[in-house]
């Protein structure tokens, strides 16, 4: 320790004397009255703080205001305590789990001896609005071990935690009003930044996310530092309810998940498969055109390919567990079902002797792979247990990655930006400090995916140490209707896997080489891709993917064999037709076609009957009719599947 004031150094670079312990209020104040009301909490040599956190040693210094994502965490998570501390209100013997800010909100766990109802959390958020009224100071204290303890005797939970903190650990409390949690920190300077949040639901949550510990009552809530922020958040939500991929699925009967079958196993029904088949059809297509190979391969092993591959033991947990030798097998043999296709496309590549001119050997397949999640983070199409990937792998020289590179970006550009209008998010992920491979190799992978986004115009982030440890990738995220941000395509270089296989091509120095191997999904999983799409659509495909493409309606049973009659030839040019004749009012079949989000409908009476004409109404087009030939749907029709048109 050394003399009565400390340096603090502020973002311009200027340098503030304050006495030694003031605070980020204290410095606040120094600087000016807009600030002291302004600042929220502070940033001390890069650790957010108490604004009311005594600084005792030079530092550098920044205060957050509203403006800094930062401080909208440190509001998040003082949400989560004045959360708890109304739940502690209404239900005192609540004990208390953790509660973080997350993404867009907060969440606290609870144990109490029932499920919290709508009417709970409405009653929660009042009695929230109410300690935020009272503006209660968040106050910190640092105690010892033995004092924790006396502070959370009636909490199991706590105690839990307090039990595994380091002897070296700072333990810290904050107390705000009625309520003292066990905390790092840090928080809003008292309660009252509180205005604008809500409530959203409430859900079973294992303790610690172990389904061997206690199910506790976990309530999410939302908070934002101005009202419209909060409004066009909870119109985000709305948006995304609206658009449920597992209401909608249901709702246009595109798939179940079926529990006699088990979780995390999706059943394509008519009207999904097909969407699922014309995706397919696209990527092998744009494969098949770009030079890859299409392979097959069998969906079970025996296991030692992935004791080959290094997956057993390493990915053991995601795997399903083996099942025993088939008829006539030695007993101790097992096999199991693949959660990846690398190292059966790796068996193809060793199937025969390589040489430098077969290269790059472009394997792809359309397959289902099982990976065993837990429960707990399946959802839907989004997170499934049974995948079907649209898989590829590059066995290429060193020389040969920046074009292959290119083909995959290509692909990407082709299959997903234009055919979906995404806007693409693309990054960079270097080398892990747990790696395989020497620096020089890592360097050069690196610089080529760096290179060839760049020589493609393609702005990307680098995420530093996030590659895997076999090699470099670049990740592909797209943005859907509403905003939201989703995994896609993959391009991942691999320098382990043809080492642990012992991939061979022989160069033109006719010595062996090793190749590299690149693995890279364009749609991923067709679950998550479908998922997203339906969400991203709501429902309303673009033509080329609606299951149903066009509607047929007679206006009464005297046009049904007319109408029958065009959906014939609709059906005979390559079309996708339904005829609605079912004895129903003509309002309601024209409300089922909307509902069921079909195209185009083709109304058809006596005066279209007679002029061999329809009447169309296009999705989204209200009451509007356009009067036309058949032959003239036809081509629209056919010219919009042939453009992919949106
Ligand atoms: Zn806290
Ligand atoms: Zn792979």
């Given at each position: 320790m050394s003399g009565p004031?400390?340096?603090?150094?502020?973002?311009?670079?200027?340098?503030?004397?304050?006495?030694?312990?003031?605070?980020?209020?204290?410095?606040?104040?120094?600087?000016?009255?807009?600030?002291?009301?302004?600042?929220i909490a502070a940033r001390v040599d890069g650790a957010i703080w108490d604004l009311g956190r005594p600084i005792e040693t030079d530092?550098?210094?920044?205060?957050?205001?509203?403006?800094?994502?930062?401080?909208?965490?440190?509001?998040?998570?003082?949400?989560?305590h004045i959360l708890a501390t109304a739940v502690r209100e209404l239900f005192p013997g609540a004990g208390i789990g953790f509660g973080p800010a997350i993404e867009d909100g907060f969440y606290y766990d609870f144990q109490v001896d029932r499920t919290f109802t709508p009417e709970d959390l409405e009653r929660i958020e009042r009695a929230m609005a109410e300690v935020a009224r009272r503006d209660f100071p968040f106050v910190r204290e640092v105690v010892d071990r033995a004092e924790a303890n006396r502070r959370f005797a009636d909490d199991s939970l706590k105690l839990e935690r307090i039990?595994?903190?380091?002897?070296?650990?700072?333990?810290?409390?904050y107390t705000d009003g009625?309520?003292?949690?066990?905390?790092?920190?840090?928080?809003?300077?008292?309660?009252?930044?509180?205005?604008?949040?809500?409530?959203?639901?409430?859900?079973?949550?294992?303790?610690?996310?172990?389904?061997?510990?206690?199910?506790?009552?976990?309530?999410?809530g939302t908070a934002w530092f101005r009202q419209e922020d909060?409004?066009?958040?909870?119109?985000?939500?709305?948006?995304?309810?609206?658009?449920?991929?597992?209401?909608?699925?249901?709702?246009?009967?595109?798939?179940?998940i079926q529990e006699i079958v088990g979780p995390g196993l999706v059943f394509w029904h008519p009207k999904g498969a097909i969407i699922k088949w014309l995706l397919t059809r696209a990527v092998e297509d744009d494969?098949?055109?770009?030079?890859?190979?299409?392979?097959y391969t069998p969906n079970i092993t025996r296991e030692e390919l992935f004791r080959i591959s290094g997956h057993l033991p390493l990915y053991e947990a995601n795997q399903y567990p083996p099942m025993a030798a088939g008829h006539e097998e030695s007993e101790d043999v097992r096999y199991r079902a693949k959660p990846m296709n690398c190292p059966m496309h790796c068996l193809i590549y060793r199937s025969q002797q390589r040489s430098y001119r077969d290269l790059p050997l472009r394997l792809s397949e359309v397959a289902n792979v099982y990976r065993n999640e837990r429960s707990g983070v399946l959802h839907g199409l989004l997170r499934v247990r049974g995948l079907c990937m649209d898989d590829a792998h590059i066995f290429c020289t060193m020389d040969q990655i920046e074009a292959e590179i290119f083909l995959c970006l290509d692909q990407v550009d082709r299959l997903v930006r234009q055919t979906f209008g995404f806007e693409l998010d693309f990054e960079v992920s270097t080398r892990p400090p747990e790696r395989l491979g020497d620096d020089a190799t890592?360097?050069?992978?690196?610089?080529?995916?760096?290179?060839?986004?760049?020589?493609?115009?393609?702005?990307?982030?680098?995420?530093?140490?996030?590659?895997?440890?076999?090699?470099?990738?670049?990740?592909?995220?797209?943005?859907?209707?509403?905003?939201?941000?989703?995994?896609?395509?993959?391009?991942?270089?691999?320098?382990?896997?043809?080492?642990?296989?012992?991939?061979?091509?022989?160069?033109?120095?006719?010595?062996?080489?090793?190749?590299?191997?690149?693995?890279r999904a364009i749609y991923g999983t067709l679950e998550r891709f479908i998922g997203n799409l339906i969400e991203h659509f709501a429902g309303a495909f673009p033509v080329w993917l609606a299951p149903e493409q066009v509607r047929v309606v007679p206006i009464s049973a005297d046009q049904n064999a007319y109408a029958h009659g065009v959906a014939s030839r609709l059906k005979a040019a390559g079309l996708r037709v339904h005829v609605d004749d079912r004895n129903e009012t003509l309002n309601y079949?024209?409300?089922?076609?909307?509902?069921?989000?079909?195209?185009?409908m083709a109304v058809v009476g006596q005066r279209e009957a007679e002029a061999d004409s329809l009447a169309l109404r296009a999705r989204g087009a209200g009451k509007k009719q356009e009067v036309m030939p058949v032959t003239a749907l036809i081509d629209r029709v056919l010219a919009e599947v042939r453009a992919r048109a949106l």
């Open positions: 004031m400390v340096r603090l150094t502020l973002p311009d670079g200027s340098v503030r004397e304050m006495p030694r312990g003031a605070t980020g209020r204290d410095l606040a104040a120094a600087i000016g009255p807009g600030l002291a009301r302004a600042a530092a550098t210094v920044a205060l957050l205001t509203e403006r800094d994502p930062e401080a909208l965490e440190v509001l998040r998570h003082s949400s989560a039990a595994e903190l380091g002897d070296d650990e700072t333990i810290s409390v009625p309520f003292v949690d066990l905390c790092r920190g840090p928080h809003v300077p008292s309660t009252g930044r509180l205005k604008h949040f809500k409530l959203l639901n409430a859900a079973g949550a294992y303790w610690r996310g172990d389904e061997k510990r206690q199910m506790l009552q976990r309530i999410y909060l409004d066009a958040y909870l119109h985000r939500l709305e948006e995304a309810r609206r658009r449920d991929h597992r209401v909608l699925g249901r709702q246009l009967d595109l798939f179940s494969n098949v055109a770009s030079g890859y190979d299409l392979v890592w360097e050069q992978a690196e610089q080529t995916l760096q290179t060839a986004l760049t020589r493609k115009g393609i702005t990307f982030r680098i995420d530093e140490g996030g590659g895997a440890f076999y090699g470099p990738k670049i990740d592909i995220k797209f943005r859907d209707a509403i905003g939201r941000l989703w995994q896609g395509p993959t391009i991942q270089l691999d320098f382990q896997l043809p080492e642990r296989f012992e991939l061979e091509y022989t160069g033109a120095d006719n010595h062996p080489h090793r190749p590299v191997m690149i693995h079949r024209i409300r089922e076609a909307e509902t069921q989000k079909v195209p185009y």
